[in-house]
């Protein structure tokens, strides 16, 4: 079975640009997650989506940051316009639902540089 | 809100030797889950490990078991047999009943020496 899907994989830009990232998820699976991580840190939770509707997204910064996942399946996470402090990896994953025991798979990441 | 909290930033291991990760959570939520995650330095996240918090037994999968105290809040991983590719940067993660939203501690960077 295919894994997560993401693309770019690797992404420099400057400030105040705008990005795009967009992710797969395993066939099948219905809800499907946004995380940052920082260098250093663990991954933070950006936008949790259930088939096409968001479960979670209080930690999206919503003036810059944008996600949407329109048919229920692959996903686009916009940053416009990017700020230092955006540059990290961004996660995507995916689970079947979004039970306490479902183990969420992780694509490859996207990092981001802004200078 | 849950808290999950890892005290070891680094950790050395002989090659062969069995090494303990500490991690201890903070919450009031009913039933929960508790995983451990791989991050080698290549960047993908790799899933190890599933407790359950009404699971009656610890869990294990191959070399990597759960050492789960409920009533101390803490779910250390137990690498047995280290080996040199088991270096990479650990995470315990929280998962309550919110929907899926998983919480990360800060991770423990494990070295495993020849």
């Known amino acids: 079975e295919a894994g997560v899907a993401q693309s770019p994989r690797y992404k420099i830009i400057e400030k105040r640009q705008s990005v795009a990232f967009w992710c797969n998820p395993i066939s099948g699976h219905a809800t499907l997650y946004w995380y940052q991580q920082i260098l250093g840190q663990g991954p933070k939770l950006l936008i949790q989506f259930q088939n096409n509707g968001v479960v979670d997204d209080s930690q999206l910064p919503k003036d810059r940051f944008s996600a949407e996942r329109l048919k229920g399946v692959d996903s686009t996470l916009k940053i416009q316009p990017a700020k230092l402090e955006d540059s990290a990896v961004y996660l995507c994953?995916?689970?079947?639902?979004?039970?306490?025991?479902?183990?969420?798979?992780f694509g490859p990441g996207t990092r981001l540089l802004v200078l | 809100a849950q808290k999950i909290t890892q005290t070891q930033p680094g950790m050395f291991v002989q090659e062969k030797e069995a090494v303990t990760l500490d991690c201890t959570y903070d919450t009031s939520d009913p039933s929960y889950g508790l995983f451990w995650y791989k991050q080698p330095s290549s960047g993908e996240m790799i899933f190890l490990i599933y407790q359950g918090s009404y699971d009656q037994q610890n869990a294990t999968e191959g070399r990597y078991s759960l050492n789960f105290q409920k009533a101390r809040k803490s779910a250390n991983l137990v690498i047995s047999a280290s080996q040199l590719g088991d270096s990479a940067m650990y995470f315990c993660v929280y998962k309550g009943n919110q929907g899926g939203k998983l919480i990360f501690g800060q991770g423990t960077e494990l070295s495993v020496k020849p």
């Open positions: 994953a995916s689970s079947p639902r979004p039970l306490d025991q479902e183990t969420q798979y």
